[in-house]
């Protein structure tokens, strides 16, 4: 076998071929977009290169054919807030072969160590904590757009070679017909009875500007005391919202307001997975028109929710329950036939509790691992869910 570190087209093309002989047989499978896995790796592209390094190696067998992958990478500036310098692995793909895994995470390690890193997180991404985090361990089901999906034999992988399961990672899925709005329809009767100062409003992108303040105010205070929390700024809004432009559905974002100042906000985006399975990776010139056409008629989709936030300031308000009311609303029953809450970390019981109000339920599990590079370093894995 040989690894060679991916540095050119040629060897950006047996990169992408690793999956590709991995989930031959696997119909369950949809190929990420290529173009967005290797422009996480392409500064310019990603903004974690303005604080952070990576490498991306592949592995070839003894017939030089592409059999494993694997990247490396370090966030400086999440490092200044460790207390220990963290590197991380990613996009970790390999035949059934226990010898040419030990490679690839061996060939990682040695760079994350020469690098002074003390410990590993895997498998993760290089960037935002909402996709392509941790290994896939209950409910191989067609993944979600930008969700890991793995053959259950990486489990395996990953403990012989020492990573110690850290992070339990949660999707939870509903039905908006099945939401239960009985335990708040007493509160939101109260709060309409008295002075009405409650509302939602659905996204308009003639608004941009202030929904683009009035979201990152919300989210920022929302989430602010969460681990590993990145805030996000109305620049950044606006950036991704133009770039979903073509696939977003207004009606499933929605802002709560309380006497006209952002208080809440519910945030879904149509799955596009389904609609992408045929462009093989690959979304071209022509593939992209037959793309959109597909989600433009479709009649039951699905949705994949970054979920919802309530302003600390306004918690009392009864903001929850009119966010809960928003997404049973007429059309989403009729238009979405599920709901996924996605990378819900389990130790966020907080999260947890209040998503659950809802009606929804574990569906999918992903575990993050990590391993300790230093003998002083014991990993002490987070709060795990019993789930049947």
């Given at each position: 076998m040989t690894i060679i570190e991916v540095q050119n087209p040629e060897h950006w093309k047996l990169f992408h071929q690793v999956p590709?002989?991995?989930?031959?047989?696997d119909p369950n499978w949809i190929t990420p977009m290529e173009g967005d896995v290797q422009g996480t790796f392409t500064p310019g592209k990603n903004h974690a290169f303005d604080h952070g390094e990576a490498k991306v190696f592949v592995l070839l067998d003894e017939q030089n054919q592409a059999a494993g992958r694997i990247a490396a990478f370090i966030d400086h500036r999440n490092n200044k807030l460790?207390?220990?310098?963290?590197?991380?692995i990613g996009y970790f793909e390999c035949i059934e072969n226990p010898?040419?895994?030990?490679?690839?995470?061996e060939t990682a390690e040695n760079y994350l160590r020469e690098k002074g890193m003390k410990a590993i997180d895997g498998p993760i991404n290089f960037g935002g904590r909402d996709k392509f985090w941790g290994l896939l361990e209950k409910g191989f089901d067609p993944p979600l757009f930008q969700e890991t999906y793995n053959p259950p034999y990486y489990t395996d992988l990953f403990v012989a070679?020492?990573?110690i399961a850290w992070e339990q990672i949660?999707?939870?899925?509903?039905?908006?017909?099945?939401?239960?709005?009985?335990?708040l329809r007493a509160v939101i009767e109260r709060v309409r009875s008295g002075n009405n100062n409650i509302h939602v409003e659905t996204y308009n992108p003639a608004k941009l500007e202030q929904y683009a303040d009035d979201f990152t105010e919300v989210y920022?205070?929302?989430?602010?005391?969460?681990?590993?929390?990145?805030?996000?700024?109305p620049e950044g809004f606006k950036k991704l919202m133009k770039e979903v432009k073509?696939?977003?559905?207004?009606k499933f974002l929605g802002i709560a307001y309380y006497e006209d100042k952002p208080a809440g906000f519910c945030a879904f985006?149509?799955?596009?997975?389904?609609y992408l399975k045929f462009t093989k990776g690959k979304l071209n010139w022509w593939k992209a028109p037959l793309f959109l056409l597909k989600l433009k008629l479709s009649r039951r989709r699905q949705a994949k929710g970054t979920g919802f936030g309530v302003h600390p300031a306004y918690k009392t308000k009864g903001i929850f329950a009119f966010i809960v009311e928003f997404m049973n609303s007429d059309y989403i029953q009729e238009r979405y036939e599920n709901i996924y809450l996605t990378t819900v970390r389990a130790h966020n019981k907080e999260a947890v509790s209040i998503y659950m109000k809802t009606g929804v339920w574990v569906d999918r599990v992903h575990i993050g691992y990590r391993k300790s590079l230093d003998e002083s370093i014991v990993v002490e894995p987070n709060y795990f869910m019993e789930i049947a």
């Open positions: 590709h002989r991995i989930y031959a047989n460790q207390p220990y310098p963290l590197g991380g010898a040419y895994a030990k490679a690839l995470f070679n020492g990573y949660l999707t939870m899925k509903g039905r908006p017909k099945d939401i239960d709005l009985s335990r920022n205070a929302a989430f602010g005391h969460y681990e590993h929390f990145r805030p996000a700024d073509n696939i977003i559905d207004p985006f149509p799955d596009i997975n389904p």
